[in-house]
Nanobody, 122 residues
Framework: QVQLVESGGGLVQAGGSLRLSCAASGRTLSSYGMGWFRQAPGKERECVAAVNWSSGSTYLADSVKGRFTIPRDNAKNTVYLQMNSLKPEDTADYYC???????????????WGQGTQVTVSS
């Protein structure tokens, strides 16, 4: 069992930056793939970034390439979502999740955090 807790959301102006954190407990994340998803009102949940913890392979959605990265800290058992050059369309609830391997479909993820809200004002 893996417990995931996100933090770092908030209100930011367009062009600003935020770093979301996802701290895991229960098991080391070295055996998992980690993903960051977002869901805006009325829209489907989408994967914006994912990483295979052991290989370091990453996925970034086209909409965030060049702006977001997904660094991780082995010692802290924590994965981050570094978001730069934020746009109003990035406004959503953001969730981290754990899967087996590098996955981009929500249904492939086993463990989910509770989510954190990000609002980008224009």
């Amino acid at each position: 069992q893996v417990q995931l807790v996100e933090s770092g959301g908030g209100l930011v102006q367009a062009g600003g930056s935020l770093r979301l954190s996802c701290a895991a407990s229960g098991r080391t994340l070295s055996s998992y793939g980690m993903g960051w998803f977002r869901q805006a009102p009325g829209k489907e949940r989408e994967c914006v970034a994912a990483v295979n913890w052991s290989s370091g392979s990453t996925y970034l959605a086209d909409s965030v390439k060049g702006r977001f990265t997904i660094p991780r800290d082995n010692a802290k058992n924590t994965v981050y979502l570094q978001m730069n050059s934020l746009k109003p369309e990035d406004t959503a609830d953001y969730y981290c999740a754990a899967s087996y391997g590098l996955r981009i479909r929500a249904l492939d993820y086993v463990y989910w955090g509770q989510g954190t809200q990000v609002t980008v004002s224009s």
